[in-house]
């Protein structure tokens, strides 16, 4: 029986003595796409972190393909098989030139700098970001930015995906571009995000969590006021 890509069991987390994880237990397998929502504070990238060895839990274990890792070292080589999108990209951009930038996970791993450039290249085409290669990335749209981090994290070659929301700063036509992306990946993903829509369209389960738990989300009709961009003027949500 193959074993889970991500295994957690029983963690609980907390700040200044509140618990934003109870005991929290969840796996997910390879090539599974798990979407999660939940209210700001709830905990969602407290558990990114937790899985990829940025914040120590109170208690529990973290399990990357059935192997526990408690320590920087196994972490270390669980962040070579795990990428992890961060909700800020300017946390994960730092090298002067987006080709660079992207590929400086490749040579991290014992790309050639050919190797690397190629992969780079490969990965921001993918994003849409093909002849950005020498921009200055602090200079890139918050939007750009976004899509920057997720050609870099791509360019790893992980076997899954924690996005910690990924569509944030994006505008509709490059948020159906990530959708597109993620969609046809071959990947496991755990995807932090408060579009519904967008959780639905990349991932096959959705899960709410709440009160330290996670709890399959249930749809459930309602009507709410709201202003649209199209006023009265006649348009349809498909």
Known sequence: MTA???AVEGLFCGYEGREVLAGLSFSLA???????????GSGKTTLLKTIMGLHTP???TVRIEGRECSVERDFALARKKIGYLFQNPDDQLFCPALLEDVA?????????????????EECLQLVGLAGFEDRLTHCLSGGEKRLASLAGVLAMRPRGLLLDEPTTGLDPESIDRVAGVLCGLDLAML????????????TQTQCVLAHGHLHKAEKAAHSHRHTHVLGDFPHSHE
């Open 30 to 40: 390879p090539k599974e796409r798990l979407g999660l929502a939940g209210h700001t």
């Open 58 to 60: 109170r208690a529990g």
């Open 191 to 202: 995807v932090v995000s408060h579009e519904g829509d967008f959780l639905e369209r990349v």
């Open 4 to 6: 889970p890509l991500i």
């Open 104 to 120: 400086f996970g490749p040579l991290n791993l014992g790309a050639t700098p050919d190797e690397a450039r190629a992969i780079a």
